[in-house]
């Protein structure tokens, strides 16, 4: 159940500055970007599903959050959100939301943005166009990764979501000690392919040769990486293709 960190937390769209016969109180902030309330929600939970109205954005506070669309009638994940991302963007244009967002394994707290605020104020509308822009650049990233070999093209989307949302390893050893991250969050063969958009068993072969290279560990979904190993695998699998 999403429980919120706020006693009753106001609906979207409901927000009402102070008119001019009293001093406005300062919007509260989560990353610089004005919000309404906090909301927690648990392992698994449906923060809003594809199709629902979308009356504001969401922060990510802390926590992971799965991004799917519906793909003939199967859930097609498309992008895996973290601290300082915003999603529900539908909202800025009076849409529904084109994608359906869960919690990762251990939850997460997102804030909903207060729109109005935010856009109105010039601190908190370059906040959030600055998360946008890093989002859209994102995207760009995967979209010029398509046109890499599969084994290159799986090794940066592992390289990105490690240095994104990865956690430092400690005690390992070894050349890459200190440069370890955990991904905090249950990552499956068929979650790798669907993100780079290949066979489950192309996904299952590339990542079986990164766990032999030793820039992978883990099991069962449950993986330690080293980006920078990884973005130099990628540029390997580049020169094998050519």
Known sequence: MITSRTARPPRPGTHRRAGASAPAAEAPQ??????????????????????????????????VLRVTVDAQGRSRLVDIVGRGDVVGTAALEGRPHAESVHAAERGAVVALVDLPTTLEQRGPRQELVSALVRQ?????????????????RICRILARLAERL???VEGAEGRAAGRWRHLPFNLTHDDVALMAGCARVTATRVLGELKAAGVLGGNRGDYALVPEALEEAADRYVWEFI
């Open 166 to 168: 990865g956690e430092p």
């Open 30 to 63: 989560a990353g610089g970007i004005a919000v309404l309330a906090e909301l927690s929600l648990g392992p698994g939970e449906l923060l809003y599903g594809e199709g629902d109205p979308a009356h504001a954005p969401y922060l990510v506070v802390d926590g």
């Open 136 to 152: 859209m650049v994102r995207s760009r990233q995967l979209a010029d990764d398509l046109g890499l070999p599969m084994g290159a």
